[in-house]
Each structure stands twice: as C-alpha cells, then as structure tokens.
C-alpha cells in the first residue's frame, strides 16, 4: 500500500498539495450501488429504502456543491451509459453479467466484470477526478474497497443491512444470508476509512458483531423529502382519491413482499381482530401496496393465499407498487402504517408516513425505534405476535380521534427527518474521511 501511495503522490503533486489545505470538502464523489439502480421504482424486485436514500442524499450533496456520480449495474441494453439525474447528480450504468433475470444472489459473481466498467470510466479522466467513494451495500462495498485503493482516495462505506444481524432475526421459512456475504462485510469494514450507520444501534452492531473500530463509525439518520411526503390536503382527500371509504380503518402496509417485512403478520392479525370483533368487517379495508421481492419470489401469490386461508379475502386489496407522488397518497390515507418487520436498518417508510401526519404500528427492532415514539407518534410491538398487532388495531378501531391525535405528533417528530441534515452531516463524514486518509497517507510518507 504504501508503495503504491508513494507511486501516485510522484504522479499527481497537484492533488498532494490540494490535500494540504484544512478541513476540505470532496468535490466529486463516486457512490456505488451495484445491485439497485437508484432509476428503479421503490418497492420492485431489490429497489427499496436504499434506492430512495441514494437518490434524495445525491441530489442534496450536489446542492452543497459535492457532485456525484452514481454507478449501478445496467439491467437493459435500453438504458444510456450515462443520466443525468439532476444537476450534479449523474447515473453511470455499468455492464456486468446479462441485462435480464439475474439475482442479487448471483451478482458476487459480476463483481469483477462491475469494476472494471467502473475503472474503464476513470481512466477516461484525469487524475484525482474522484475525491472519494461512498459505497453501498456489501456488494458495492468490495468494488468500492478495490477503487478507492487503486485511486488513492477513501472509502466511506454504508451496510444498509447486515447478514449477522439478519440472520440472528430471520423470519419462519426465511433463507439465511450466505457466509461469504458475511466474509466480504467483515473485509469492508476492516477496509473502509468510514462507517455511516443510520442509527446508534447500527453503530453498536457494527462494532459488536464485525469488530469495527468505533472511531471510524458515524451515525447518520436517513432523511425523508418532506416537500413531498406532507399532511398536503389532509385524508378525507386522499382517501376521496383511492377509492377508500371514509370511515373505514385502513391499515397499510407499503413495501416489498418479503418474509423479512412480515406483510403476513399484519393478514394475521387483521383475522384475529375480525375473529373477535365480526362487527368490525364492514369498515375495514387493507390495502397492500407492493411487489414480491427476496426470498418472496419464491411464492408471489403466498400472499393473496393467505388472506384467503385466513377468511380476509374480501378486506384485502394487492396494489402493485407506485411512485413516491401517490405512496405519500397511500400514506395519507392510512389510519396507520403497519410496519412489522423482522429486521430493518432504519424504516424509511415510518418516517415518511409519519411526515404525512399518518402513526406507525412497528415492530420494535433495528432503526425503529428511533422512527417512532412510542405511544406518541405510534407504537411499538416486542416481536411478531398477530394478536399483539391486533389489539393496538382494535384502539384505533375504537378511537376515530387516535389517527389525527397520533398523526399531528408523527407530522412534527419527522420534521427533524429533512434529507438537508443529512447532507450535511454526509458531508461532515466525508471530511473527516479525507483528513485521516490524508494522515495515514502522510504517516506511511514519513
């Protein structure tokens, strides 16, 4: 390593004098997303949270001057090798593998193939374009560690999720994450100059269970677009919009269908509550908003099965997925969103609906916790037992005035949430990697 640091401070003394200055923000940032095209609509196939976090956090470094390019894996031969996605903010699409039905389980094996697309686009620069690489999720993380080394910039690296902490919360039947993701996550965090996590518990597994140094650990809450997702006209009209009846109690669930978001835990414990409460049926609907995704592949229609296995068929509606504009819609709508995950790093969702004045009923794991107050903009669940959901159902069920009570406080809590924050604290990470690279550059000169 130090060879080769000596081998380019000889090739580029502008960039080693640039370095010098205190305290410099990168210029350009290279972010990686190997396996989700920051293009793809939430809540298809493997696009989820991360896809919304990379789009709003690029579009708001590009805002404080940091630009960025995105580079993800083209998954057709329609798609130029380059969009623009806004101003400073460019999408590099890399081939690596077949356009058509490969796995995220299948993409270790395009890792090579991936960064050497994203090599070929440097050498068409001069040298020190990149100030940086921000990657995401473990697969970019590998290609990541490899770019930043063969640059000599740092690397500041996101999990998003991790296999240990996954796999120590796997849903029934779910298929536990491989050992080499685990291998490769330990390398990257090993690796990598920074560690953003998006909460203290993030943070605390990070070290806990992949030995990560806690100085090179930064926490950084995910934002949420609060222009679009607002009360804006209330859920009288967004129900008037949907087709919803206006006094209905409308749990809903938004996001992939997957064992590891739980939608059945909601389907069950919808039964349970009409089991005991048959009056209730008339003014219920459960719409679920969202594709099958992961290990739900496996069995796309195990959903619409179940609600008919468990006799509520007639109450439950599949929506495919939708753009942001109409999901803050759906959120709006909603007496509350019913999070109940097995494992999530953040819960974009709970913040977002709750910037729309909608409560959350979540489980208590991962990020959460810090999406919801308990008892105040939502609650909160220990574990996955329907009968618990349901009995937070029947107050809402009882209470007309929960939803708005509960809904002001969530308005307010998310307005803490702004992607601008994040940004910014993004940015502050960004230094902070610059100047301890830049050290540790200087310490291997000496």
Same mark, same amino acid.
């Given at each position: 390593?130090?060879?080769?640091?000596?081998?380019?401070?000889?090739?580029?003394?502008?960039?080693?004098?640039?370095?010098?200055?205190?305290? @410099?923000?990168?210029?350009?940032?290279?972010?990686?997303?190997?396996?989700?095209?920051?293009?793809?609509?939430?809540?298809?196939?493997?696009?989820?949270?991360?896809?919304?976090?990379?789009?709003?956090?690029? +579009?708001?470094?590009?805002?404080?001057?940091?630009?960025? *390019?995105?580079?993800?894996?083209?998954?057709?031969?329609?798609?130029?090798?380059?969009?623009?996605?806004?101003?400073?903010?460019?999408?590099?699409?890399?081939?690596?593998?077949?356009?058509?039905?490969?796995?995220?389980?299948?993409?270790?094996?395009?890792?090579?193939?991936?960064?050497?697309?994203?090599?070929?686009?440097?050498?068409?620069?001069?040298?020190?374009?990149?100030?940086?690489?921000?990657?995401?999720?473990?697969?970019?993380?590998?290609?990541? &560690?490899?770019? #930043? +080394? @063969?640059?000599?910039?740092?690397?500041?690296?996101?999990?998003?999720?991790?296999?240990?902490?996954?796999?120590?919360?796997?849903?029934?039947?779910?298929?536990?994450?491989?050992?080499? @993701?685990?291998?490769? *996550?330990?390398?990257?965090?090993?690796?990598?100059?920074?560690?953003?996590?998006?909460?203290?518990?993030?943070?605390?597994?990070?070290?806990?269970?992949?030995?990560?140094?806690?100085?090179?650990? #930064?926490?950084?809450?995910?934002?949420?677009?609060?222009?679009?997702?607002?009360?804006?006209?209330?859920?009288? #009209?967004?129900?008037?919009?949907?087709?919803?009846?206006?006094?209905?109690?409308?749990?809903?669930?938004?996001?992939?269908?997957?064992?590891?978001?739980?939608?059945?835990?909601?389907?069950?414990?919808?039964?349970?509550?009409?089991?005991?409460?048959?009056?209730?049926?008339?003014?219920?609907?459960?719409?679920?908003?969202?594709?099958?995704?992961?290990?739900?592949?496996?069995?796309?229609?195990?959903?619409?099965?179940?609600?008919?296995?468990?006799?509520?068929?007639?109450?439950?509606r599949f929506r495919p997925p939708v753009g942001q504009e109409q999901l803050?819609?759906?959120?709006?709508?909603?007496?509350?969103?019913?999070?109940?995950?097995?494992?999530?790093?953040?819960?974009?969702?709970?913040?977002e609906a709750q910037a729309t004045g909608t409560p959350v009923l979540a489980?208590?794991?991962?990020?959460?916790?810090?999406?919801?107050?308990?008892?105040?903009?939502?609650?909160?669940?220990?574990?996955?037992?329907?009968?618990?959901?349901?009995?937070?159902?029947?107050?809402?069920?009882?209470?007309?005035?929960?939803?708005?009570?509960?809904?002001?406080?969530?308005?307010?809590?998310?307005?803490?949430?702004? &992607?601008?924050?994040?940004?910014?604290?993004t940015a502050e990470v960004y230094t902070a990697a610059l100047h301890a690279?830049?050290?540790?550059?200087?310490?291997?000169?000496?």
């Amino acid at each position: 390593m130090s060879q080769y640091v000596s081998r380019l401070g000889r090739r580029s003394p502008a960039t080693a004098s640039r370095l010098r200055l205190p305290y @410099r923000r990168p210029r350009r940032v290279a972010m990686l997303s190997v396996h989700t095209s920051p293009l793809h609509q939430p809540g298809t196939g493997d696009a989820g949270g991360m896809n919304v976090y990379i789009v709003e956090l690029a +579009q708001r470094l590009a805002a404080l001057n940091i630009e960025v *390019e995105i580079f993800t894996r083209a998954t057709t031969a329609a798609v130029p090798p380059a969009v623009q996605l806004a101003p400073g903010v460019l999408v590099r699409h890399v081939d690596a593998g077949p356009y058509e039905g490969l796995a995220k389980e299948d993409l270790p094996a395009q890792l090579c193939a991936f960064t050497h697309g994203v090599m070929q686009a440097w050498a068409g620069h001069r040298p020190g374009y990149y100030d940086l690489v921000h990657s995401h999720y473990w697969l970019s993380g590998h290609v990541g &560690w490899l770019a #930043a +080394q @063969r640059w000599g910039v740092p690397l500041v690296h996101a999990m998003h999720t991790m296999a240990k902490v996954k796999n120590a919360n796997l849903a029934a039947g779910d298929t536990p994450e491989p050992p080499a @993701r685990v291998i490769g *996550e330990t390398q990257i965090v090993d690796a990598a100059d920074r560690l953003i996590a998006n909460t203290t518990e993030e943070a605390d597994e990070l070290v806990r269970h992949y030995a990560a140094d806690p100085g090179k650990v #930064a926490v950084v809450h995910p934002g949420v677009n609060l222009d679009r997702f607002r009360t804006a006209d209330g859920r009288a #009209a967004a129900r008037a919009r949907l087709a919803l009846p206006q006094d209905a109690l409308v749990p809903l669930f938004a996001g992939r269908i997957q064992p590891l978001k739980a939608p059945d835990v909601l389907l069950r414990a919808v039964a349970a509550l009409l089991d005991r409460r048959p009056e209730l049926r008339s003014r219920i609907v459960v719409p679920v908003v969202g594709g099958p995704s992961g290990s739900g592949l496996a069995k796309p229609e195990g959903l619409q099965k179940l609600a008919a296995r468990l006799g509520i068929a007639d109450v439950v509606r599949f929506r495919p997925p939708v753009g942001q504009e109409q999901l803050a819609d759906w959120f709006r709508a909603a007496s509350v969103l019913v999070v109940p995950s097995y494992s999530e790093s953040f819960g974009l969702v709970a913040i977002e609906a709750q910037a729309t004045g909608t409560p959350v009923l979540a489980a208590a794991v991962g990020g959460l916790p810090v999406a919801v107050r308990d008892g105040e903009t939502g609650f909160l669940v220990q574990g996955h037992d329907p009968a618990a959901y349901a009995r937070v159902l029947a107050r809402f069920a009882d209470d007309p005035a929960l939803t708005p009570r509960m809904g002001a406080a969530a308005a307010r809590h998310a307005q803490s949430f702004g &992607w601008d924050r994040a940004a910014g604290a993004t940015a502050e990470v960004y230094t902070a990697a610059l100047h301890a690279h830049r050290r540790r550059v200087r310490s291997h000169h000496g």
